[in-house]
């Protein structure tokens, strides 16, 4: 999947620039209406941490978030009974159950 292409919107400022998505992510996008921000939130911390052989470390910087908010993060999803990666995890060895609707097309 390719990034979005920024295009300018006004020559006099290099600071706010509008996205022009592919359709790839347009699909995507339109896949998560109807679910909640923290529906989507788990799912994409999840989906990190698998794809990170469970560190914690990498998946927080790949998030933007500090390692602090995603410990915090997977303490509450572990308390609402989600299953996720524990960290030295290899890739394909751990796949947890993701959320049936959002991964639905609608």
């Known amino acids: 999947m390719t990034g979005p292409s920024p295009t300018r919107i006004s020559s006099g400022s290099h600071r706010f620039r509008r996205f022009e998505p592919s359709a790839e992510q347009s699909e995507a996008v339109r896949r998560l209406v109807g679910h909640t921000i923290a ?8 989906e990190t941490l698998i794809d990170q052989g469970g560190s914690r470390t990498n998946a927080s910087r790949i998030l933007g978030i500090s390692l602090r908010t995603l410990r915090n993060k997977i303490r509450e999803y572990r308390k609402r009974g989600r299953t996720l990666p524990e960290p030295g995890a290899t890739e394909g060895a751990f796949r947890a159950e993701p959320i049936p609707q959002l991964l639905s097309v609608r």
């Open 39 to 46: 529906e989507i939130e788990c799912e994409l911390i999840v």
